[in-house]
């Protein structure tokens, strides 16, 4: 079975520094995709970024970017210039290509931004 | 504006009732989705469907029930056989199941039963 792992409870970070989420995977599967999403205090869930397996290129979103590396079954998040509405738990997600589909997701890392 | 709704936000019940959650789309999703979430837990997936008159559980089905008459409704019930149903619950949906299409979520139900 595929498990997701968010070792970071919590990170804290001063406004307009950078900082990095980090998440492993364990899976034996090798078409795949990974997300990152966001949950403010209102509790909804945003997507923030998505990686295809199979794509070697990192995905970056604006000041979103990841690092993922296949094999090593790592996929950190890189948040540059952190503003303080980056504040919010962040959760790292798999969702294989191949079964039904479903996201897996890690147990979280509460992000805070002093200003 | 296309989206999911959830209604309500808040909900109490006594110990030993059932209770419905409603989750409601208008973005034409075949796949919708129920997860649970505790705290310091991501997200864990209770039920889904894939299509209409079709579902199946999830990782924790035990205590919960679903249906899925039509496209845009998958309501939950939470039934007095589970255990620990105080929770925040969220709905999902996506375009068709599997990927790389993207789930989008519902605001969630907080759910406190006493």
């Known amino acids: 079975a595929q498990t997701v792992t968010q070792s970071q409870p919590e990170m804290s970070v001063q406004e307009a520094e950078t900082v990095t989420l980090s998440c492993t995977y364990d899976?034996?599967?090798?078409?795949?995709?990974l997300f990152w999403y966001k949950q403010p205090p209102s509790r909804q869930m945003i997507l923030v970024i998505r990686?295809?397996?199979?794509?070697?290129q990192n995905a970056t979103e604006n000041r979103f970017s990841v690092n993922f590396q296949k094999a090593a079954k790592s996929f950190s998040l890189k948040i540059s210039d952190s503003q303080l509405g980056d504040a919010a738990m962040y959760f790292c997600a798999y969702r294989s290509a191949l079964r039904q589909g479903n996201l897996i997701f890690g147990k979280g890392t509460k992000l805070s931004v002093k200003p | 504006d296309g989206g999911i709704t959830q209604s309500p936000k808040y909900l109490f019940r006594k110990e030993g009732q059932n209770v419905t959650l409603s989750c409601e789309q208008n973005l034409n999703h075949d796949a919708m989705y129920w997860y649970r979430q505790d705290p310091g837990q991501g997200l864990r997936l209770i039920y889904y469907s894939q299509i209409v008159n079709d579902f199946q559980k999830g990782d924790i089905a035990e205590g919960y029930s679903v249906s899925r008459e039509k496209k845009e409704s998958f309501p939950l019930t939470v039934t007095s056989a589970q255990k620990n149903p105080t929770a925040f619950y969220l709905c999902?949906?996506?375009?068709?199941?599997?990927?790389?299409?993207?789930?989008?979520f519902g605001p969630g139900t907080r759910l406190t039963v006493t």
């Open positions: 899976t034996s599967e090798s078409d795949y995709y």
């Open positions: 990686q295809e397996a199979y794509k070697q």
């Open positions: 999902a949906s996506t375009l068709k199941q599997g990927a790389p299409y993207e789930q989008y």
